[in-house]
């Protein structure tokens, strides 16, 4: 069970809008923690996305958007493509559990 | 440009240890830390533990403690994952991935993953 938790799965249409939540507590994301998002293509490593402030490394379009409200963050896909099918996990850090901590992932299906 | 390599794949057997290694280039290895990350099949992101490459501080998760040791060269660039007493539920994609002593600092660089099988 994870400290962070994420719609196992959401799915939309080319050019579409989703958004994954992504739901802590008061000892991470409340806590003032920042959240960042990993994007994991099929069978590769996870890469970094983008963090709650909107960093995003070179090279992510700003098609991702991340955002927070209390003890919730959110990543916001706009204009859906096919290359963003992949799984998606939120990581924060938790004070009362003295580590980092990761969501159970969110699955992006793209009709 | 920044780069993270793994060692290989192991095949081990229920009760042994493994340690996985991961060379770090293209930036200062003593500025940042090395986090350790691991995925069974088909499962969520599971973080491990963390060191501090600079001073060698380590920190590890509760789920781990007593299992596993990070460590560091310092002279090699490169972190290492020790993980003993290991069993069937071990197998699993373990990753470095670069973070640093903050703790809102992102796991911002990953290496390639080193697939550890644990099978009799």
């Known amino acids: 069970q994870s400290v962070l938790t994420q719609p196992p799965s959401v799915s939309g249409a080319p050019g579409q809008r989703v958004t994954i939540s992504c739901t802590g507590s008061?000892?991470?994301?409340?806590?003032?923690?920042?959240v960042h998002w990993y994007q994991q293509l099929p069978g590769t490593a996870p890469k970094l996305l983008i963090s709650?402030?909107?960093n995003r490394p070179s090279g992510v379009p700003d098609r991702f958007s991340a955002s927070k409200s209390g003890t919730s963050a959110s990543l916001a896909i706009s204009g859906l493509q096919a290359e963003d099918e992949a799984d998606f996990y939120c990581?924060?850090?938790?004070?009362?559990?003295?580590?980092?901590?990761f969501g159970g992932g969110t699955k992006l299906t793209v009709l | 440009q920044v780069q993270l390599v793994q060692s290989g794949t192991e095949v081990k057997k229920p009760g042994a240890s493994v340690k996985v290694s991961c060379k770090a280039s293209?930036?200062?290895?003593?500025?940042?830390?090395i986090h350790w990350v691991r995925q069974a099949p088909g499962q969520r992101l599971e973080w491990m533990g963390w060191?501090?490459?600079?001073?060698?501080?380590?920190k590890y998760s509760q789920r781990f403690q007593g299992r596993v040791t990070i460590t560091r060269d310092t002279s090699a660039s490169t972190a290492y994952m020790d993980l003993s007493s290991l069993r069937s539920e071990d197998t699993a994609v373990y990753y470095c991935?670069?973070?640093?002593?903050?703790?809102?600092?992102?796991?911002?660089?990953w290496g390639q993953g080193t697939l550890v099988t644990v099978s009799s």
């Open positions: 991935a670069r973070g640093a002593a903050s703790t809102n600092w992102p796991f911002d660089y």
């Open positions: 293209g930036y200062t290895f003593n500025n940042y830390a």
């Open positions: 060191i501090n490459a600079d001073v060698g501080n380590t």
């Open positions: 008061r000892s991470n994301i409340g806590a003032g923690y920042d």
């Open positions: 709650v402030n909107n």
């Open positions: 990581q924060s850090y938790d004070i009362s559990l003295s580590a980092w901590v």
